[in-house]
């Protein structure tokens, strides 16, 4: 039996012949799915298997224990393929066969259409194409910051080459040398609409070697000619591999073969009895498994393979009213903090082409091994960064908030999915991105990460409540995004002109930080826009209006027990650097509406896409500086 890890090129005659006789059983048993399900991906799946069969049975991998720390990553690109990864997995003896087969996209069941984490030696849920690659070079950079010792596989398709963020990952791996990084193209020529070369030319060799990568062909249903190929790639230690697999879509059923029509369904009853008898398979397989699909799964989903990296936030810093500090610095200054209080922690601050903005540079000159700069590439990056975060790295990222969230939304949505922990800051959002205007402006950092199910916002009022916010972000499970404008801000005082967030303050998520105390209304204030709503209460209650002011710096999370006492104040507004018909304004209105306990809401945000200047100016214009928040509170008041 060939040892596990490639680490010999010849794959025993004995193993090529037992692969081989499996094959046909797996090639049956996705037919027999797929029919089953009546949906689902025979013909990619029947292309790659014999990928899959040596994946799984060579890399260094245990079915017994699938999350084993140092496992070789497996990672699927093209999750649709799923039929035959399932069934190579369950070949390998990570499951039973005839249980995936049964419940394949059974509702309930961990046999999702595309490959999901849940599944036992699945590391990386996939489906959107054109991601995986990101997910490998990211499992890869964790590789090298943990010194885990192990080699990422990425499995592809050929379509998915004609993806942008494909060529994002293959530069940044060749940029870093991850010679422990492998890739496999199923290049079946085959894809939903045709023939790939007549959907879209893409020479799949060229673009690897281009980018500095090894590149070797092989048959990619000879089992022997891949085992030989992978062993290749790994004895080459000076720069990541592309093997390219030459395959027949639906390959070991006459019919399918090279017909792009079996790329997404299952056969018909006829079809079925034809293919399996070509197979030398007995038909009644799918009766069989029909009838097996009534009773439960017995497949356990299995605890996802994360290991995140918590790290101490260190001791904060304290900013006083003698100076204005923009949130992007503290950000910064705390990350250098973190980093030099946890010296031995696999830590990683990913950047596109913006550190001085964004204020890594601190960072960048400690660390400069665990500085990975991407260049403008933010879709691989946000995958990049999230996949090293479930592989035990304390992932940072620092972009604007336009790139880090608008630019690669799908990209942090397939993060949630995957249970990855990002720390994700999301710098110069809001009309406080001043003179670069319109592009430039994130007004939805709340909103768009409201969709999500896992992640949580913050978004820090002065540059104490960032600093605290960041160093307990560091010290979150899941994925946190800290949300931040441009501007220098003043330090946010309490009623005795002390500092708000410092001193005996500790950020807790999901609090909400009374700073005025007011009977006429409340100012519910975030982020960038808070100093002028205090400062707009204190001329208020100097006119004998009485406004408190509440800071609310996790918007997508409110304290239910202050929320109470709030909603008995006659008029609550809201304040806030966002588009008001979602960000803060919507978390209030739907607590209120939820909980039954209404008061009046006036609404001050940003009600378009406005034009570009100081942010000042822009502030001014749009009604919510201080003068222009006090103007509306006290017409509200006044006119009720
Ligand atoms: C980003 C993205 N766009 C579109 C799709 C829809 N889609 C699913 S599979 C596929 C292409 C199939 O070709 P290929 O990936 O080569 O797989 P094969 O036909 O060989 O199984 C497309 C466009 C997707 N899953 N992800």
Known sequence: MTERGFATPVLDAADVEALAVSARRLRGAILTMTALAASGHPGGSMSSLEMYQVLYGYANVRPGDPVWDGRDRIIVSHGHTSPGVYTALAGAGFFDLEDAVAHFRQAGSVFEG??????????????????????????????????????????MSDA???????????RLAAKYRLCDLTVIVDLNHAQISGHTQEVMPVDVAAGFAADGW??????????ADIHAALHAARADATRPFAVLAHTTIGRGVSFMEDD??????????????RAMTELGLDPVWLERARSERVRPCATAAEAPAATIELLPGATPRTYTRAKDTDNRSAWGAALADIAAANPDAPIAVFDCDLMTSVKTGAFAEARPDAFIECGVGEHNTAVAAGASSINGVAAFWADFGVFGLDEAYNQQRLNDINGAGLKLVLTHCGLDVGEDGKTHQCLDYVSALRNMFGWRVIVPADPNQADRAVRAAAGMPGCVAVAMGRSKLPVVVGETGEPAFAGDYAFRYGAIDEVRGGSAATILAMGTLVGAAVDAADA??????????????CPLELDSTVMERLAGSPLLVTVEDHNLRTGLAASVAE???????????????????????????????AGLDAAGIARSVRSALTER
């Open 114 to 155: 595309h490959v999901e984490r849940s599944v036992p030696g699945v590391e990386w849920s996939s489906g959107n194409l054109g991601q995986g690659l990101s997910a490998g070079v990211g499992s890869a950079i964790a590789a090298r910051l943990t010194g885990g010792g192990w080699h990422t596989y990425v499995a």
């Open 160 to 170: 998915e080459q004609m993806k942008g963020q494909v060529g994002e990952a293959r």
């Open 214 to 223: 090894g590149v070797i062909e092989c048959d990619g249903h000879d089992t």
């Open 260 to 273: 792009p029509e079996y790329h997404g369904r299952g056969l018909t009853p006829d079809e079925y009895a």
């Open 540 to 553: 208020l209650r100097a006119e004998g209006l009485d406004v408190g002011v509440a800071v609310v710096s």
């Open 591 to 621: 607590w209120m509406a939820v909980t039954g306990q209404a008061t009046h809401l006036l609404r001050l945000g940003v009600d378009s896409y406005r034009s570009s200047g100081t942010a000042r100016d822009l502030f001014a214009e």
